[in-house]
């Protein structure tokens, strides 16, 4: 073999970034669990003054808060020996429902690793992983990725983009929320938009009792209900709008969930798809961004639609092209890209 010594140097550089980023994310979990970076978002301090607010042990927190600013998460003063965050870093680390908030992205990737023995099967076999199947970390770091964004961008950007529907929740509509998981999404409309009804459907029952409960709390029950259904058999009510947000891609059969979707609008509803980011060709997603997603779908989001039926396998990196094919497959005529971010691209369909 002809090794170039400087290619070779640059793939183990990598690699060192890489290891280094896959071993802190469980220290990212733990910090998070904790509230670690909550109390030391609240000033600088030492291991030992963290280890008193925090009722946790010095020495082990040394060895985090270490870990931490080695990898640019909080910040060490040599001189105090103290650590502390940014503005930056707190709000991305310490917030809960910042726009920026990460902590979410590390518990889905700690419940990937716990999947490691059942992913090795299936790649052997070809058989398929449900949702159900995977560990309750899963489910919440999915929300707490997800959510954010959602935050940010759902009622401000994503609505407004879609034709005349800001008014018609504003007025009042029916709205269904498809595959809602913990309901993040179902409630940041019920709570902008009071006078609309919403409904958010999901097959995962563990999930949809989350919902409920997180329902609520949040004082929205008055307009909000959670119940178990699929994508193909939630209950026909002619809906103004039904969403599907980061779930697609998932299912088996989306062309099967794009014609009930199309039975159970209104003439002049609308269904509104959003997608992670992608292109539709390979090499438009060789980045970052695409990183994390082909990552996930291996994981994830390609064994759950392989799990189902017809097992159509989109992939999280499934792209305009072929999401304008499901949605004219299952017999909606017009479909467009009404918005993006750079984690999600948001379709408009309508019959």
């Known amino acids: 073999m002809a090794i170039d010594s400087q290619k070779l140097d640059a793939f183990m550089g990598q690699f060192v970034h890489d290891i280094g980023a896959v071993m802190h994310a469980a220290t990212v979990v733990v910090g998070d669990q904790l509230g670690l970076y909550r109390r030391l978002a609240e000033g600088p301090a030492t291991a030992e003054q963290l280890a ?66 059942k992913i090795a099967s299936v790649l052997r076999t070809g058989l398929g992983l449900g949702w159900h199947e995977h560990d309750a970390a899963l489910f919440h770091g999915t929300e707490r990725f997800f959510r954010p964004g959602y935050a940010a961008h759902l009622v401000e950007e994503w609505i407004p983009a879609l034709e005349g529907m800001g008014k018609r929740l504003r007025d009042g509509a029916e709205v269904a929320d498809v595959g809602c998981g913990h309901g993040a999404s179902t409630m940041l409309l019920a709570e902008a938009f009071p006078a609309s009804r919403f409904t958010g459907y999901d097959y995962h029952a563990p999930s949809i009792e989350v919902a409920r409960e997180r329902a609520q709390r949040a004082g929205v ?19 103004d709008l039904v969403a599907m947000f980061d779930c ?3 299912m088996g059969d989306p062309v099967g969930a794009a014609a009930h979707v199309r039975e159970t609008l209104k003439d002049d509803g609308a269904w509104m798809v959003v997608e992670p980011f992608a292109g539709d060709r ?63 691209l948001v379709y408009e369909a309508r019959p």
């Open 52 to 117: 008193r607010k925090t009722e946790t042990d010095p020495r082990y927190l040394r060895e985090w808060l270490s870990a931490q600013a080695a990898s640019g998460y909080v910040q060490h003063d040599p001189a105090t020996d103290a650590f502390s965050m940014t503005e930056e870093q707190a709000f991305a680390l310490a917030q809960e429902g910042s726009p920026a908030f990460i902590p979410g992205a590390f518990q889905i990737a700690v419940a990937q690793f716990k999947a490691i023995p």
């Open 221 to 239: 029950e008055d307009r909000v209900r959670f119940e178990v259904a699929t994508a193909k058999d939630f209950p026909a009510r002619r809906y």
């Open 248 to 250: 697609l891609h998932d």
């Open 282 to 344: 390979l090499e438009d997603n060789l980045n970052p961004v695409g990183r994390i997603f082909y990552s996930a779908s291996t994981f994830i989001c390609t064994p759950a639609s392989r799990s189902q039926e017809v097992g159509a396998c989109l992939g999280a990196q499934a792209g305009e092209a072929r999401m304008r094919d499901v949605a004219t497959k299952g017999g909606f005529h017009h479909f467009r890209r009404a918005a993006e971010t750079p984690f999600n």
